[in-house]
């Protein structure tokens, strides 16, 4: 019996060994594969883009030569450089040449497989466009680069597809004033046709290459009605993060490599667009490069593996039948104790994960409750205050009626502040739009200094007005511009808190801004953030203050963007604060409007 099971364990490990090299040394050859395949695809995307952007840097320095936007002749001959150039070029569908308002001065297509001119009277205007929008606030010498997406015409996809990528120039004179952008529509269906072309790969070609964007969802997949499901209605769901939520996990989670799970061996890697773009000589990067990426994954199926295993298997185990059959009973149970052992860890480390989720959502909420408190703190105390005062103006009987009136009318002014703090978090939960109409920029900071009232004389702060005579009309949401000026008269005046009265100053400005816009600045003579915490100011849950949550200006910003405007802050060169936000403006005054309004 000893000799037995002696001789059983040198065949079975033998065996074992044999195998296991045998199938280690299959999946080493699959994964060289998968890299060969991956640096293919990979060089070719990136080729493609460097081409498009050398292309775009072409076009933009003929149109800086001819002066398009001055001249009428330069005109003409850009438009003929830009059809000599479609029709030499089968990688591009439009060329757009738009001034700084997002109105097409100059752009070809293909009309009938060929390169024409858009006549004027088909010349479109892009200025609510994210291409124009992205591509306007940048700087000379950066691209912007669009999502790939397919070519859509009048709301509809076009058939058959059309895969682009948009890339965007800023357009500048030799000042370096920026008088427009070019727009350059790069067909990537070659691009994705070479793709599917080295796909495949193994012995019998069941791997296969897939290309992702950042939400999940194939560009090129191994079935073409998985393909494109962010831009269809019925395919939304078609997504890896939902068809295989465990792969995508760890495929979003890092930048590249190479693992094992149920269904398959994967290889992926990162590509930036944007990245690949500043690598052209002499081109900056775009502001925000790793906003959009996609994913390259190389899969090859778990059945391959088996079928080799169960090839292997039948050529190295079929001597050692017999004492596998003895050795049959105590591994199944072995295997049943190492499936439950995993079972009980994968159910263990599930829990953990919801519990961690648990308890972040708990601290959110915690933090959202707090600011929500923070918010009604002042009107609920102002209309306490205002009530005292309209108790004690009862009792005395020689005070007049006008000016119990004016106390009520704050009081219901201070109710209706609390009452839209709640409205906007109710309607941050429903995604409501914006209620915005056409107001004088000067009343409305004058409104707010009111609603402010109280917690400028609780820090006994002195405010100072240089306001714009006369006032700008804004197109702008009359509560959540006040709720940005009360969030930032609320931070200058707690920053002053230590100081004496006397050097307690807020000053509120407005200046015309560029782009036919105003700014507003809120400054005072606090000591402000360090430079290091500059730039950390307008993010979510970060604050100066011990009991502060952090939340004032990340959601002031979030509002003046919504707003189509701009929010910074800096430090005064001597001493205080700044910050400073724009807004658009509809018309330059209001003729209707009083400017010595007082806001009282």
């Known amino acids: 019996m000893l000799l037995a099971i002696s001789t059983s364990i040198l065949i079975v490990g033998g065996a074992f060994i044999f195998y296991q090299k045998e199938i280690s040394s299959y999946q080493q050859k699959i994964a060289i594969e998968q890299a060969h395949h991956l640096k293919i695809q990979t060089t070719a995307i990136r080729e493609s883009l460097r081409h498009a952007a050398h292309s775009l840097l072409f076009l933009n320095q003929q149109i800086r030569v001819r002066q398009p936007f001055t001249s009428t002749v330069g005109t003409k001959e850009l438009a003929e450089i830009f059809i000599a150039f479609l029709n030499s070029n089968e990688l591009y569908d439009r060329i757009s040449l738009l001034d700084k308002q997002g109105k097409e001065v100059l752009a070809t297509h293909y009309q009938d497989d060929k390169a024409v001119i858009v006549p004027p009277r088909e010349l479109r205007y892009l200025g609510q466009r994210d291409d124009f929008v992205q591509t306007i606030m940048l700087n000379a010498k950066e691209i912007y680069i669009s999502p790939m997406v397919l070519a859509t015409r009048q709301g509809k996809i076009i058939r058959p597809l059309q895969p682009i990528i ?108 944007a990245e690949i773009i500043s690598s052209v000589s002499k081109l900056l990067s775009y502001r925000n490069p790793r906003q959009s990426f996609w994913k390259l994954v190389s899969r090859y199926p778990d059945q391959e593996f088996m079928a080799i295993r169960n090839e292997v298997r039948t050529e190295v185990f079929l001597p050692a039948l017999i004492i596998l059959l003895l050795m049959n009973g105590s591994l199944w149970i072995l295997a049943r104790m190492m499936a439950n052992r995993k079972q009980v860890e994968q159910d263990l480390q599930r829990l953990h994960v919801q519990e961690r989720e648990r308890a972040s959502q708990l601290e959110v909420l915690g933090r959202l409750s707090a600011e929500i408190a923070h918010e009604l703190h002042q009107p609920l105390s102002a209309i306490r205050s205002y009530t005292d005062s309209c108790l004690r103006i009862v009792k005395n009987t020689s005070l007049q009626g006008d000016k119990l009136t004016r106390i009520l009318m704050k009081i219901s002014n ?187």
Not at 203 to 216: A, E, F, R, T
Request: include cysteine; aromatic fraction near 10%.
């Open 414 to 600: 201070q109710a209706e502040r609390a009452g839209s703090v709640v409205q906007q978090v109710g309607n941050f939960t429903r995604n409501r739009e914006m209620q915005r109409c056409s107001m004088n920029l000067s009343r409305l900071i004058y409104e707010t200094l009111n609603l402010a009232e109280l917690e400028v004389r609780k820090y006994r702060v002195s405010i100072e007005t240089a306001l714009l005579k006369p006032s700008p009309l804004v197109f702008a949401d009359r509560l959540l511009i006040q709720q940005v000026l009360l969030n930032l008269l609320r931070n200058a005046c707690e920053s002053m808190a230590g100081f004496h009265p006397a050097r307690r100053k807020l000053t509120i400005s407005t200046d015309l801004a560029e782009n036919s816009c105003v700014k507003v600045s809120v400054s005072d003579q606090g000591p402000g953030p360090t430079i290091a915490k500059l730039e950390q100011i307008f993010e979510p849950f970060f604050s100066l203050k011990k009991e502060g949550m952090g939340l004032g200006l990340s959601v002031s910003q979030s509002i003046i963007r919504s707003h189509e405007g701009h929010i910074w802050a800096r430090k005064l060169p001597n001493v205080g604060f700044v910050v400073c936000f724009t807004l658009p403006i509809i018309e330059e005054t209001d003729p209707m409007v009083e400017e010595t309004d007082d806001g009282n």
């Open 166 to 273: 948009e890339l965007g120039m800023p357009v500048v004179d030799r000042y370096g004033k920026k008088l427009g952008v070019i727009i350059l529509e790069h067909l990537v269906t070659n691009l994705l046709s070479y793709f599917k072309q080295v796909t495949r790969f193994g012995d019998s070609g069941s791997g296969y290459s897939m290309l992702l964007n950042q939400q999940g969802y194939w560009l090129v997949g191994s079935d073409p009605q998985d393909e494109w499901g962010f831009m269809f209605a019925d395919r939304k769901q078609r997504r890896l993060g939902i068809r295989s939520p465990a792969v995508w996990r760890r495929i979003s989670s890092r930048l590249s490599g190479h693992f094992f799970l149920y269904g398959g061996q994967y290889r992926f890697v990162t590509l930036y667009p």
